[in-house]
């Protein structure tokens, strides 16, 4: 299989970017209603705002297809109105960035579940970055601080890593991603076997 984006794969990508654009757009109104309870739950639930970049990365398995599912994402909440306005687009590039880092480590073999898990850590990591040039994290008390950091990073497990990975074989059941990942040599010997 070609390592190339094809146009198919761009398209493929965008339409993928576009439904969690709309997605990450409603989120901040879940991140919000969350954030009412305190103790830093709602960084629980910030794993969704890159989601975009491993469901991408799982499904294509091409280099720079988590980056770019990732900033589409970002642009169309950005677009539809987001409440964190350019910030969005921002954090976007570097979540992105830092997913599609993990799948180049792994150079573009490893979809399994604990690759998507660390590409949620790894943009974890560059969003708590950007959250410390912002300043307010050295206002919290390190108690307050701690459950912050293990917040983000188990949400970013659960829904960057987990969630994305189970949507895509829920996907791979339907035999839909099929039409973006082409038989391979493996998929043509077992035919041959079979017969």
């Known amino acids: 299989m070609s390592k190339g984006l094809k146009l198919s ?13 709309i997605i990450y757009r ?5 991140s ?20 975009a970049a491993t469901v991408a990365a799982l499904l294509i398995r091409k280099p ?26 921002t954090y976007g590039i570097v979540q992105g960035l830092c997913a599609e880092l ?8 490893s979809f399994s579940a604990s690759t998507a898990c660390l590409a949620g850590l790894a943009s974890a990591a560059g969003s708590l970055v950007f959250d410390g040039f912002k300043g307010y994290l050295l206002d919290l008390q390190s108690w307050n601080l701690i459950l912050y950091f293990v917040f983000r990073l188990a949400g970013s ?19 839909v991603t099929q039409l973006v990942r082409p038989a391979s040599r493996a998929d043509f010997d077992a035919l041959e076997r079979k017969r």
């Open 102 to 109: 993990v799948f180049a480590l792994f150079r573009y073999r």
């Open 9 to 21: 794969d761009i398209l493929v990508t965008v339409v993928i970017a576009i439904v969690f654009g």
């Open 26 to 30: 409603l989120w901040g109104d879940v």
């Open 64 to 89: 720079g297809v988590a980056l770019l599912a990732e900033v589409a994402a970002a642009s169309g909440e950005l677009i539809a109105g987001s409440q964190y306005g350019v910030e969005s687009l």
């Open 157 to 175: 497990i659960f829904f960057t890593g987990l969630c994305a990975y189970w949507l895509v074989k829920a996907l791979e059941a339907t035999g």
């Open 32 to 51: 919000n209603l969350v954030k009412l309870a305190g103790l830093q739950l709602n960084q629980l639930v910030y794993g969704v705002w890159f989601i």
